[in-house]
């Protein structure tokens, strides 16, 4: 079989997309539920309370990150993915019998925990199997099948109520574990191990010098864009038709799917793109400018079809996204990969909380749809400075540490 196929038929590929397939439809499942099941639980404003619970499974993410980033480099990345989509689909389950706002909060704090290991266990475990001149197609495909979870999350809430959508996704996520049997760590990782000198899964060993410390907060803010998007303007794009004057019926759940089919194809787009023009950073900037006309779209639309095409241009734009995971995994050594893989993504999510609030702020002082565009040029200034002083990763070979 010619190397290139051996992509399409990797175990160790489809665990992770399937993992991550899951992974997206439970972490996106609440923004398409959030009125109906609020309402339900009797909770008068779904806005604000909506935006508390989303910033609190951000927050888990976050600490979820460290936790499965560390135990991914001490343990292993097979054993993260098991141990995170067991936390997740129990999670799912329990989601399916809260009663009230704060059972809600605690029980998508526990599922973000969950939710921040599959990612970056799976994009580091595909990067340190396949050959480096395929790498970024593999995790393209990663993340352009685990994305399109967003897609069946939308057609799952309109098919069954939100509890029974919850079901399904504890459902699918304890069938997947019987896939994850098949899937062994990378000899990376067993060399690595084998060297008892070599200090593994240590978050703090990312800070210990100046140029590591700034090279993982650049790949952290490279990544910027892709959650203000998605858990700004996409899921509270509702509230921004009724600020730009629109008065036809806009539904958040529709923009999250039409953002994410985009996602989906984007990701994929990137990932060949980087191959194409043998740069990952070039492959970036291309598709930091679809983002910004994305959002173009969006701030000056004026009916529900100029907003949901925004949603779908900002989607494919920010399709960046396994770029981003991918140069995070190319830019540490083997010893600190899976921390460095899992918790820069997760940094991401959980950087929400502070776009939020930055995002409250400024539409506190200059109004809603102002608020807005003032958010986008500051997380774009931040993501631009980011990008600049990260070095290339394509083709680099993974197999080196990082020395204390």
């Not at 996106?28 to 339900?40: D, G, K, T």
Request: charged share 15%.
């Amino acid at each position: 079989m010619p190397k290139d196929a051996r992509i399409f038929t990797s175990a160790a590929v489809w665990v992770a997309a399937l993992g991550y397939f899951v992974d997206i439809y439970d972490l996106l499942l609440f923004s398409i539920v959030r009125v109906p099941s609020l309402q339900e639980l009797g909770v008068a404003n779904s806005f604000d309370s909506g935006l508390i619970i989303i910033n609190v499974q951000m927050l888990g993410l976050m600490l979820g990150g460290i936790l499965w980033g560390v135990l991914g480099d001490r343990l292993g990345r097979t054993r993260v993915l098991f141990m995170s989509i067991l936390l997740y689909s129990l999670s799912n389950f329990a989601n399916g019998l809260v009663q009230n706002e704060l059972q809600y909060a605690i029980v998508r704090f526990i599922a973000g925990i969950g939710l921040a290991g599959e990612l970056g266990a799976g994009i580091t475990l595909v990067s340190e199997l396949l050959p480096a001149a395929k790498r970024g197609i593999g995790t393209s495909m990663v993340a352009g099948i685990g994305l399109l979870g967003a897609v069946a999350a939308f057609f799952v809430a309109q098919a069954v109520d939100w509890r029974a959508a919850y079901f399904i996704g504890g459902v699918m996520g304890i069938s997947l574990l019987l896939l994850r049997l098949r899937v062994l760590d990378s000899a990376l990782f067993h060399q690595t191990v084998a060297r008892t000198s070599v200090t593994r899964g240590n978050f703090f060993q990312l800070f210990r010098k100046r140029e590591r410390a700034m090279r993982y907060l650049r790949n952290v803010l490279i990544g910027l864009p892709t959650w203000f998007v998605i858990g700004i303007l996409v899921s509270f794009c509702k509230e921004f038709a009724v600020n730009q004057g629109i008065t036809e019926a806009v539904d958040p759940g529709r923009g999250i799917l039409y953002a994410y089919a985009a996602i989906a194809a984007g990701d994929l787009a990137s990932g060949l793109l980087s191959q194409l023009l043998r740069s990952r950073k070039k492959a970036l900037y291309v598709f930091y400018a679809i983002t910004a006309l994305g959002m173009l779209r969006f701030f000056t639309a004026s009916t529900a079809t100029e907003l949901y095409w925004g949603c779908g241009i900002m989607g494919f734009g920010t399709g960046f996204w396994a770029l981003f995971v991918t140069i995070g995994a190319e830019s540490f050594g083997t010893n600190l990969r899976a921390t460095a893989a899992t918790t820069i993504p997760n940094m991401i999510r959980g950087s929400l909380t502070a776009i939020s609030a930055l995002f409250l702020w400024l539409t506190a002082q200059t109004g809603y749809l102002q608020g807005g565009i003032l958010t986008a040029l500051i997380v774009f200034a931040i993501t631009l400075w980011a990008a600049a002083g990260l070095r290339e990763t394509f083709g680099r070979d993974l197999d080196f540490i990082e020395e204390d």
